[in-house]
């Protein structure tokens, strides 16, 4: 059973590499990101910044499972978490269907993906860490 067959025909395409503002403004325009990795420990170590970039731009992303979309995404909140064909075909239909719950989840992850991705975030988590050096060497 193609996921891709007579259904989605003619609506998915594949689009080569561009110059990141490019993909930016490119990007803007989507309804859904895809991001499926296989299952291995080499995606589990990659970060989740696909699903940043969709997210800066209220567009939901559709993942696997891969240990940093896990901590990024809160599946059916923040974007869809898929590791079976039949959770692809759930999610995908979903999305596309659903363009209120679809324009639901890419405000979430506007809301809640985006601030974890800033320098102010980053500063915090290296200063608590920084912090717990400190207090550990005591």
Same mark, same amino acid.
């Given at each position: 059973?193609? @996921?891709?067959?007579? =259904?989605?025909?003619?609506? =998915?395409?594949?689009?080569?590499? $561009?110059? !990141?503002?490019? $993909?930016?403004? &490119?990007?803007?325009? $989507?309804? @859904?990101?895809? /991001? ?8 589990? +170590? ?5 699903? &940043?970039?969709? +997210? ?5 992303? @559709?993942?696997?499972?891969? /240990? ?22 759930? /999610?995908?239909?979903?999305? =596309?269907?659903?363009?209120? $719950? ?6 979430? /992850? !506007?809301?809640? @993906?985006?601030? =974890? &991705? ?10 608590? &860490? ?9």
């Amino acid at each position: 059973d193609d @996921i891709s067959g007579a =259904v989605l025909a003619g609506q =998915v395409r594949e689009y080569g590499l $561009m110059p !990141y503002a490019a $993909m930016h403004e &490119f990007l803007s325009k $989507m309804d @859904i990101n895809l /991001a499926p990795l296989t299952d291995t420990k080499f995606n589990d +170590a990659k970060s989740a910044l696909k699903a &940043f970039e969709a +997210a800066l731009h209220r567009v939901p992303t @559709i993942a696997s499972p891969s /240990a940093t979309y896990r901590a990024t995404i809160t599946d059916r909140k923040t974007g869809y978490l898929a590791r079976s064909l039949q959770d692809w075909r759930d /999610a995908l239909f979903e999305a =596309v269907d659903g363009s209120n $719950m679809r324009d639901s989840i890419g405000d979430a /992850a !506007y809301s809640e @993906i985006v601030p =974890v &991705f800033s320098a102010k975030h980053a500063a915090k988590q290296l200063s608590d &860490f920084l912090e717990g050096i400190k207090t550990h060497d005591k």
